[in-house]
T-cell receptor
Framework: AQKVTQAQTEISVVEKEDVTLDCVYETRDTTYYLFWYKQPPSGELVFLIRRNSFDEQNEISGRYSWNFQKSTSSFNFTITASQVVDSAVYFCALSQNFGNEKLTFGTGTRLTIIP | DAGVIQSPRHEVTEMGQEVTLRCKPISGHDYLFWYRQTMMRGLELLIYFNNNVPIDDSGMPEDRFSAKMPNASFSTLKIQPSEPRDSAVYFC????????????????FGPGTRLTVL
């Protein structure tokens, strides 16, 4: 069985601070995919990043960066110089190979950026 | 290019009524997923299709729920009869099979349908 744990239920930081959202996953597969989605107050789910299990390179996209470590089964997400528009619920998710393509989501982390 | 389209965006109905939610996937995508989001259970998969064929419906709560995909551009999720505990946001998502057939590419979500059953 696969599982995604986001231990941080809620985080509040002051604008311009850096913040890291944690994600720990469990899977028996050797090939799998990890995702982060953002759910702003308007409710839609916005795709942020997809990573496959063979690519452990960290990724940076503007103020966003992701740290994937297979040794600790973690896929953490850092926002640098946070902005009020970053306030949202962030979900980490896991999917596997052909025949098991569904996304297993974590419970989400609600991030509030205080102006 | 248009994203995943869901209708209606909001639905309020009374217990016992039939509810039909609709989804149009991104053109060319061959996977379609239905998810439900509640405070208690978070985001959970209900059912998914590949090339219009249901692959895994183990998440469908009970026989009151049914889903169909009559063609590549349309799917429905029906609840009959509806109950208050069905109140949730229902998301539809679509994706494309990866080259080589080892899983699917990113799932893109529609805006969701917020269902309230009184």
């Amino acid at each position: 069985a696969q599982k995604v744990t986001q231990a941080q239920t809620e985080i509040s930081v002051v604008e311009k601070e850096d913040v890291t959202l944690d994600c720990v996953y469990e899977t028996r597969d050797t090939t799998y995919y990890l995702f982060w989605y953002k759910q702003p107050p308007s409710g839609e789910l916005v795709f942020l990043i997809r990573r496959n299990s063979f690519d452990e390179q960290n990724e940076i996209s503007g103020r966003y960066s992701w740290n994937f470590q297979k040794s600790t089964s973690s896929f953490n997400f850092t926002i640098t110089a946070s902005q009020v528009v970053d306030s949202a619920v962030y979900f980490c998710a896991l999917s596997q190979n052909f025949g098991n393509e569904k996304l297993t989501f974590g419970t989400g982390t609600r991030l509030t950026i205080i102006p | 290019d248009a994203g995943v389209i869901q209708s209606p965006r909001h639905e309020v109905t009374e217990m016992g009524q039939e509810v039909t939610l609709r989804c149009k996937p991104i053109s060319g995508h061959d996977y379609l997923f239905w998810y439900r989001q509640t405070m208690m259970r978070g985001l959970e998969l209900l059912i998914y299709f590949n090339n219009n064929v249901p692959i895994d419906d183990s998440g469908m709560p009970e026989d009151r729920f049914s889903a169909k995909m009559p063609n590549a551009s349309f799917s429905t999720l029906k609840i009959q009869p509806s109950e208050p505990r069905d109140s949730a946001v229902y998301f539809c998502a679509s994706s494309l099979r990866l080259a080589g057939g080892v899983g699917t590419d990113t799932q893109y979500f529609g805006p969701g349908t917020r269902l309230t059953v009184l």
